[in-house]
DNA sequence: CAAGAACGGCACGTGCCGTGCCGTTACTGT
DNA sequence: ACAGTAACGGCACGGCACGTGCCGTTCTTG
């Protein structure tokens, strides 16, 4: 007669899938952590137990997506490096199933600063920090100039992207990336 | 006895005004159509007779502080025009008081299709629109290459910004400004 | 000056929040 | 093996803001 009650990681792992599943059919905005609970039949304190909010909720859900999924090749061909990688992660976040939650996610962290925090922290930055050591170690075999900027290389990369993501909502197709790279190493053109 | 009852534009006006007062106090997660109906002595039908939510409240007060402010020069001097444009545009809605509304406003827009739509169409592409055309201006005087990409070099101009602003959350200084129209136009260093 | 629209104020039902309490079940250490 | 404890599912609660009615009043329009 015992009902088999899940206990410690699974849980965790169950209401995490629970989340995506949920926040795919109703959107972000209508999604609530009493409905999760319900989904994922478990009470409410189980959740409140693991996350302070919906918000980081999601965030660990969408994560625990990318954690494994996103690797960082090093070939010897920088430009193509960093395609693969772009393209990687442009597919997995802004592509679907999860474009709209992540996108959702981040407009939570523009007023939970917890959620932006654990964001930076936990994939923005690693993410940057991969970028910015290929680049560097391209400097450093002289396949870049010395007074390379990495980080403003870095930021031309990935603003580009997040902008068309997040504000002008267009689809960010692998050709958009493709132009960015040329404009970045190959220039816009000298001036006249 | 009269009580002096307000009506149309002036209602609007101080609605919107209200509606910025409170979103500084309280932050937007916090701030409620309730509050404000409160704090500005108005029924809350005549906030939402005027508007569909929360957003587009938010959207049409921070919009009527930028659409009198934001002009474009042309001075001749293309870089100085650019620069002199992204400091006006970054100060007034990256810096107090209104950075943090206008952030809560773009993370609305990524779970209310309608915030976004009105936000692209009303505040980011017209200053899109004008930058290219200040670009393009000084293609046409041949003081960029006949190749320059317009359409990527505004999104060079834009996204590092909005990347900053929204994402990993620096502050958003002058200097950064100018680092990345450094990279744009002097480029980031030839290839070794 | 009459008709109608817009107004402020109030009340209502609804949904979700976050928390507290219950009895039950699974883990812990000895 | 077994007691003690922590975690669990279920339920109920007060609180808050939502969005919508209704009322009586005031302003605008023709």
């Known amino acids: 007669m015992t009902n088999a009650r899940r206990s410690g990681p699974d849980l965790t ?5 629970t989340t995506l599943e949920l926040g795919q059919e109703l959107g972000y905005a209508k999604l609530s952590i009493e409905a999760i609970a319900a989904r994922a039949g478990v009470g409410k304190h189980t959740i409140y137990r693991r996350w302070p909010s919906k918000g980081a909720l999601l965030l660990d859900s969408l994560l625990s997506l990318s954690e494994s999924a996103l690797g960082y090749p090093d070939t010897g ?3 193509m490096d960093l395609r693969t990688q772009i393209y990687e992660a442009v597919d997995l976040l802004a592509g679907p199933p999860f474009s709209a939650l992540f996108k959702a996610l981040i407009g939570e962290a523009q007023h939970d600063p917890g959620v932006a925090a ?19 170690a391209a400097r450093d075999q002289d396949r870049l100039s010395p007074d390379f900027d990495l980080d403003v290389a870095m930021a ?11 504000i002008t909502q267009e689809p960010l197709t692998h050709e958009y990336v493709d132009r960015i790279l040329d404009a970045l190493f190959t220039g816009l053109g000298p001036r006249a």
């Not at 792992?13 to 899938?17: G, H």
């Not at 654990?118 to 560097?136: G, H, M, S, W, Y």
């Not at 031309?156 to 997040?166: C, H, K, T, V």
Request: charged share 25%.
């Open 13 to 17: 792992e169950a209401i995490m899938r």
């Open 156 to 166: 031309i990369l990935s603003g580009p992207l997040y902008f068309r993501l997040l």
């Open 118 to 136: 654990a964001l930076n922290e936990r994939f923005i930055a690693p993410q940057a920090d991969k970028t910015v050591a290929r680049l560097k």
């Open 77 to 79: 061909d920088l430009l």
